[in-house]
């Protein structure tokens, strides 16, 4: 079988274009590739940090290809001779039970990269492994699919007309997407050619950041998938100012709603849909993502600015503090089982109390 390290749309360090993966669906396409393969996202690997992949993982899996999660963060005090995201060794156990409940929850395998030699000899640190190993082959065959109720349409055609070097750059693709992701509600993740293709009923929110180019067949594909059924759609910086020929910072306000450049985070009926938008991307905090999501109803599973994944059988809730927490299901269930603690968490519950530690990574089967 042959698998790619390909698709890194979230890259790090203003390489968005020069770095070459942009052309990632006709990749995926290739009947000649078996699976891909991308390292966490760099920029939010802190303790409350998000995380993830590099690729849009959904948009990978509907071209048919599988997927595995390079888990490569180094440990507390490792010998690398930088600095690293995980600081004690409870971020040791927080952060890569994080890594591993992302890939449980988007069906796919992870491998545990000893990159420089050392990262796993801690016992404490390869005992909790095995207890992550022991779960993820339970879930070997599960395929339930994904609870999201937000949308990230990557948009790569887009990013070719952005200058990578610029501060713009970066707030539109991996800092947005990290800010998006700490709401308390899950994200899937898929790429604009997608959107024909895929049931697109159970997301309220539709986040396009980066969507500068919509030539006249895109924009009749934006309007006909996403702009309709109370959905929100969430734009920034300057969307639709480009038509593949020319540029008109009149064409934002059809989308936006409001004119290029215009001032805070404005939200606009539309008719049928909503458009959020923000001259400044930096301007949608998490808090004001978490305001728009409430505001179009996607349900967050807790209140806190925290990270979520979810499927319809596996919640993971990842968080830089202790203390209880109450988590909401977006439905009643038989049974709440903490899958690590190997006890129920709650039975014939649409809600229920956790005490986390500091910081803590919980992963948690809902069954029926």
Known sequence: EIGIFFGYYFVHNFRQVSFGHLDYGRVFASP?????????????????????SQLPVASAALAGKRLMHEIDCWPHGHKMGWGGYFKTEADDFAGNTREAAFALVNHASWWWFDMWGGFYDDPALRARIGKLEA????????LSPSAAEVLFVCDPDSARYVNEESKTSDELYRHFYNRAVRTGAPVDLYSFDDLPRIDLSRYKVAILA????????KAATLRRT???AGRTLVFAYAPGISDGKTLDKRRVREWAGVDFGAPGVRVTDRGGWKAAYAADPALYTSAKLAEIYADAGVHRYVDELSPVYANTRVLAV??????VKTIRLRSRVG????????????RDADRFDCAFDTPDTKIFELRP
């Open 32 to 52: 000649d590739i078996d699976f891909v393969i991308a390292p966490g996202n760099y920029s939010d690997r802190g303790m409350g940090g998000a995380s993830g």
């Open 135 to 142: 779960i993820r082959r339970r879930f070997e065959n599960d």
């Open 210 to 217: 980066a969507s500068v180019n919509l030539p006249p067949e």
């Open 226 to 228: 996403l702009c309709n």
């Open 318 to 323: 990842h968080s830089a503090t202790g203390g």
């Open 335 to 346: 049974e709440v089982a903490d899958l690590l603690a190997d006890r129920s968490a709650a």
